[in-house]
C-alpha cells in the first residue's frame, strides 16, 4: 500500500494526540500507539509495529522532557540509575519480539493492559507520606511546590531492568509500568513520577529504536514513513500535555490513565 500525503497527515494529527495524552500521564503514549496501530495494520507483523511505536516513545519522552526539565519536576538522581538499568532489557525486548507470532502478541498485549489497569485502581493512591528506609529527597519545581518524599533507589533499579524488557517486547514503552511502580512501590509523588519517567524513557525508547533499526524492523510496510510522521506530531503534543498536567491532580491523572487502559483492553480483545 502506497504511503500517501493524506496518510501523513492522519498519522501526525495521531501522533499529536498520543503525545499530547502520553505525556499528560507520564507513560510517553506507546501504550495508547501500539494498540492503535494493531489495528489500523491488523496484516502487519508485531516487530515493525512495536519499532515504529518505540521511535514516537522516543521522541515523545523527549520532547516531554524537556517541558518536565524547565517546570523542574524531573528528578535526576534517581532517573539517571534507573534509565540505565532499562538499557539491557530493551534491547533484548526488541530482539525477542521478532519471534512471536501477530496473534499472540495481541493476546499478550491486551493482557498486561488490562492486568495494568486492575492494578491502578485496586491500588489508585497518591502517597501521602515518605516511605521508611530510602534516600530522601526534596524538589521544588518552578511554580513553587514543594515535593518531599523517600526513594528506594536500588528497588527502583531492579524493577527497571523488568520494564526495560517488558516495555520494549511490547512496543510500549515503558512509563506504563513505571508511573504505578514509582507511586506506589518507590514513594515518588504522582508529579514527579511522570516527569521521571520521560526522562528514563527517552533512554529505553532511544535504545530500543537503534536496536530495531539494526535489526532491519523498518524495512517492511513503509514502517519509517509511519515512523516519522507520527513522531513529528507527538513532539508538538507532548508540549500541550506537559503543559496540561500542570492543571490537572495527580488523582485525575492516574483515573485518565486507567480509563484509556480498560478501553483499549477491551478493543484489543475484541479483535483477537
Known amino acids: 500500500m502506497d504511503f500517501s500525503l493524506t496518510t501523513a ?26 494498540p492503535i496501530l494493531l489495528i489500523l495494520y491488523p496484516h502487519d507483523s508485531a516487530q515493525t509495529l512495536t519499532a515504529i511505536s518505540l521511535v514516537v516513545v522516543f521522541f515523545n519522552a523527549g ?5 518536565y526539565f524547565r517546570q523542574r519536576r524531573i528528578d535526576f538522581r534517581s532517573g539517571i540509575p534507573f534509565a540505565l538499568a532499562t538499557v539491557p532489557g530493551s534491547i533484548g525486548g526488541a530482539l525477542l519480539v521478532t519471534a512471536v507470532s501477530r496473534r499472540l502478541f495481541d493476546l499478550v498485549i491486551a493482557t498486561a493492559i488490562a492486568g495494568l489497569a486492575v492494578w491502578l485502581v485496586l491500588g489508585n493512591r497518591e ?24 526513594v528506594r533507589i536500588w528497588r527502583g533499579v531492579l524493577y527497571s531492568v523488568v520494564v526495560g524488557f517488558l516495555s ?5 514503552g515503558g512509563g506504563i509500568f513505571h ?11 504522582t508529579h514527579i513520577a511522570t516527569a521521571t519517567s520521560h526522562f528514563i524513557l527517552a533512554i529505553m525508547g532511544g535504545t530500543a529504536s537503534i536496536t530495531h533499526l539494526l ?9 519509517l514513513h509511519r515512523a516519522i510522521s507520527l513522531s513529528i506530531g507527538v513532539i508538538a503534543g507532548a508540549q500541550l500535555g506537559a503543559l496540561i498536567s500542570t492543571r490537572l491532580s495527580g488523582r485525575v ?18 479483535s483477537v
Open 179 to 189: 508511573v504505578p511502580l514509582m507511586i506506589s512501590a518507590l514513594g515518588f509523588p
Open 63 to 67: 520532547s516531554g522532557s524537556v517541558a
Open 168 to 172: 520494549s517486547f511490547l512496543g510500549i
Open 127 to 150: 502517597r501521602g507520606r515518605p516511605l521508611p528506609g530510602g534516600t530522601p529527597r526534596l524538589l521544588t519545581d518552578s511554580a513553587g511546590h514543594t515535593y518531599r518524599y523517600n
Open 215 to 223: 535489526a532491519g524492523s523498518f524495512s517492511h510496510g513503509h514502517g
Open 253 to 270: 491523572i492516574q483515573w485518565l490513565l486507567v480509563l484509556a487502559l480498560f478501553a483499549l483492553a477491551i478493543r484489543l480483545f475484541i
Open 9 to 34: 497527515l492522519l498519522l501526525i494529527l495521531l501522533g499529536f494526540a498520543v503525545g499530547a495524552f502520553g505525556t499528560l500521564v507520564g507513560a510517553g503514549g506507546g501504550f495508547v500507539l501500539t
